[in-house]
DNA sequence: CTGAAAGCGCTAACAA
DNA sequence: TTGTTAGCGCTTTCAG
């Protein structure tokens, strides 16, 4: 088999603590010894059975990440940037995808508890409860939701959604559809409140459409049903359903931005691929990703644990124009102090 | 700490390695004295520690998944897959990114090396020599590239490059570019390779502009030079590259494909979201990652290492019309003969 | 500073 | 069918 912490020992003539030593407490060993037990795990190319030493240590050195659906492309960043950051610290992530299914998310935490040292569950669909029981058996780290008591990332859609119906009251558009995300979503409850807040501190009417799966498909088929409300504006859950619509209102002759406005959330890398280019609340995922991976690794540390709110910004391209009214020049100030709470 | 097999042997009144036995040889033990080990684990909510057993099986039920850069949308379906169908034979997945780079591609080949029972080389951008020393570490099974004696699964890209081609030919055009991939990749070459014999075969020119990252910027960066060779055709080395020449000639002014016609690799999702829809060769990724899971768990039992080609389809969609000159109607079936080596 | 010894949680012969 | 006995490769007291 593969060279072992006796091999080392053996073959430079010390104990096999000293090589223990040697990896995990440098510190302790003398120098000489040292160099010398390194140069010979070098040339016999040893490496420590992590295995091993977390059936002693307790720790794995690994993080789990479940996610809703890595072919989201709001994903990937943030997988991306958690598992460049968590290797930075030698941690390995595991990355499990659930389908959107609240059920298979349960199962994979429990599948995986016992493997890492942690889990980052991004955008759960599970009840509190569910997850409130879940935290028990292995530290958790939720990225885009809140939940009282435990370590959270979120990134604040609920500022971002203001912003996006100010931008198209601003513009002259007096009633807006939101095609609303999936059920269970906290993502999609805050976009939702935040938005209607927002519409009706300022008189305008929001028409929500929804629940949808969020991708492109249900944003394209929902193409019929928001022409029929008569709104001259449209925020979405997320870009992939922006664009969904995007398309499929052009398929339809329909103009945007000149008949109709579209706004998505996310920024994904295709919502600049798309013309017009996708007006949107850009969200910091990787920025989430890598603060999520230091809250769970200084679990413990700072004892309650924190939530992190990452600020959002209103992307403005070229699905957003002109609405029907008069532009509310003065409205954004003005129905900006109504809002804030 | 958490529920050892040592407090399911107190609490049901056996030995432990009852226990054990009852979780990895349940038929070596009886009926009664199982189900009642498996009440009072499930009761206590015991799960088996894999590190432990792992340090002994010396099989962590784990699997290394490295890919070029999680971002590249070409990447998450196989992911996905990959995932997906190792977890239904228990199996976790770790996924790591390399952004490209052959150095840190290495580098995670042998930190991962002891954590899994094998890793799943996809797209790699090693030299084979370093990909020859890494096998000797762990299990290899490699995705989109073929090494002698490598366990491999491909997608037949050349067949598709041919069928591109000839696609392009018979729609009357006689100067295409090939928009390169990157350096170091096989399925770059081999789109290379096929592409210039088909052109070649048939008398038509084939301009290569690379190399190049397999980014959109670098498609949207290549317009003027593809425009500046006089070519009516392009054929870049995926999809995103080819959206992004496909919005940037439009940006130009450029009609795609009434001026010139362009095709992808891939069939990413968004390949269908851009305006005209692009033609492109349909690469099997999910079925890719399935596979590459499947002969890397089988490896051992049946000795010598197979090598999978996926087949490929060529989907036209709106991107692609007709060329200057007249179209070879003939040139398909004249062509194929003489391509089929 | 280094060695000896005792396990981490589990499996795998071997006996009984 | 079940219990006993060794460890897997490593860390961590505790002596020396």
């Known amino acids: 088999m593969a060279v072992t912490i006796r091999d080392v020992a053996r073959a430079s003539g010390v104990h096999i603590s000293t090589v223990s030593r040697t990896f995990s407490a440098p510190h302790l060993v003398n120098p000489e010894t040292r160099s010398r037990v390194l140069a010979t795990a070098e040339q016999l190319g040893y490496r420590p059975n992590r ?17 809703a659906d890595i072919a989201n492309p709001f994903f990937p960043p943030l997988i991306k940037a958690a598992e460049t950051h968590a290797r930075r610290r030698d941690y390995h992530v595991f990355v499990a995808d659930t389908d959107e299914d609240p059920i298979v998310e349960a199962e994979l935490v429990q599948a995986l508890a016992k493997q890492v040292d942690g889990i980052l569950l991004c955008s759960p669909r599970m ?11 292995v530290p958790l780290v939720v990225i885009n939701r809140l939940i009282t008591g435990l370590p959270a990332v979120v990134m604040d859609v609920g500022q971002g959604a203001r912003e996006a119906v100010l931008h198209l009251l601003g513009l002259g558009h007096r ?7 999936p059920r269970g979503s906290w993502t999609n409850r805050e976009i939702r409140r935040a938005a209607g807040a927002t519409a009706r501190a300022a008189g305008a009417e929001l028409t929500v ?4 799966q969020p991708v492109e498909e249900t944003g394209a088929a929902a193409a ?18 922006a664009i969904g619509l995007l398309q499929s209102l052009q398929d339809r002759g329909v103009d945007v931005p000149g008949q109709v406005s579209v706004v998505g959330i996310d920024d994904i890398a295709y919502s600049v691929l798309v013309r017009p280019r996708l007006t949107t609340v850009a969200n910091p995922t990787a920025a989430a990703g890598r603060t999520a991976v230091d809250m769970l690794l200084q679990h413990g540390d700072d004892g309650p ?9 209103l992307i403005i391209r070229n699905s957003t124009g002109p609405g029907p009214y008069a ?6 100030a003005e129905v900006a102090a109504h809002v804030k709470e």
Do not use: C, K, W
């Open 305 to 313: 644990a924190g939530q992190v709110t990452l600020r959002t910004d």
């Open 175 to 181: 009633h807006l559809v939101y095609l609303a995300g």
């Open 209 to 212: 459409l929804g629940p949808n």
């Open 327 to 332: 532009p509310a020049v003065a409205l954004n």
């Open 224 to 241: 019929e049903a928001v022409l029929g409300t008569g709104a001259t504006a449209v925020f979405a859950y997320n870009d992939l359903m």
């Open 51 to 67: 295995a091993a030493r977390a059936l002693i240590t307790g720790r794995t050195h690994n993080i789990g990440l479940i996610v």
């Open 127 to 137: 009840s509190d409860d569910q997850i409130e029981l879940l935290r028990r058996e």
